[in-house]
């Protein structure tokens, strides 16, 4: 096997696992229809469960901006709070983590709520 094939099929696999490491959730369209805030729900909600969105990873993470690594921790909230039925996720606030001094990642918890589809836009 030549050199440079060599390397490229070292390589590549490794800049792979960079990316596949460091996860950037998008929102499903379930998850585009939560509300998310720091506020409490409308009295008439139902509680569902406390989910913890994660953004970011220790390989990979260091390369994304810290806003970013909070936008992707609370689409993956927001997805989670989705699948449970809710449309109303109330928040914490978010959290870095770091590696090597280096922030890498996001997480953000919160309460998902399924409320009526009038108390929440």
Do not use: H, W
């Not at 720091?38 to 901006?65: I, K, M, Y």
């Not at 806003?67 to 959290?95: S, V, W």
């Amino acid at each position: 096997m030549p050199i440079r094939t060599l390397r490229v099929a070292l390589v590549l696999p490794l800049v792979s696992a960079l990316f596949l490491a460091c996860s950037t959730p998008d929102l499903t369209p379930a998850g585009a229809k939560v509300v998310a805030s720091p506020n409490a729900p409308p009295a008439s909600c139902t509680r569902l469960d406390r989910v913890t969105g994660r953004g970011g990873g220790s390989f990979g993470g260091e390369f994304v901006a810290n806003e970013d690594l909070i936008d992707y921790a609370l689409n993956d909230a927001r997805n989670l709070a989705a699948e449970l039925g809710g449309n109303y996720l109330q928040t914490d606030p978010p959290q870095l983590g770091q590696a090597d001094g280096t922030t890498t990642t996001a997480t953000v918890s919160g309460m998902a709520y399924r409320c009526p589809e009038d108390a929440v836009k």
